[in-house]
């Protein structure tokens, strides 16, 4: 078994910045990709980032050049370095950790920008 668990959220003024903590632990030498998401009120779950064992990040338009999701590879730890916050940022934020054969999620954790 494995578990997520996201740290971070808070409130936060428009055009700050937050940094997200997930850590994978449990039954896990490695991961093959985790990344993050978010869902906003009555609306649907959408990918923010995604970061490889190898590095490689992908990200969803709407967040490029201003979120930046890294590892820490021995730690099974990703984070999400969150700059020029806006509004429409607001959301439950969750990580994902995908070991090859299943996709763990975590509880996620809130993310309010609002002034």
């Known amino acids: 078994q494995v578990r997520v668990v996201e740290s971070g959220g808070g409130l936060v003024q428009p055009g700050g910045s937050l940094r997200l903590s997930c850590a994978a632990s449990?039954?896990?030498?490695?991961?093959?990709?985790m990344g993050w998401y978010r869902q906003a009120p009555g609306k649907q779950r959408e990918l923010v980032a995604t970061?490889?064992?190898?590095?490689?990040?992908n990200y969803v338009d709407s967040v490029k050049g201003r979120f930046t999701i890294s590892s820490d590879n021995p730690k099974n730890t990703v984070y999400l370095q969150m700059n020029s916050l806006k509004r429409e940022d607001t959301a439950v934020y969750y990580c994902?950790?995908?070991?090859?054969?299943?996709?763990?999620w975590g509880q996620g954790t809130q993310v309010t920008v609002s002034s």
């Open positions: 994902n950790c995908n070991i090859g054969t299943i996709i763990y």
């Open positions: 970061i490889t064992r190898s590095g490689t990040t």
């Open positions: 449990g039954s896990i030498s490695s991961f093959y990709a």
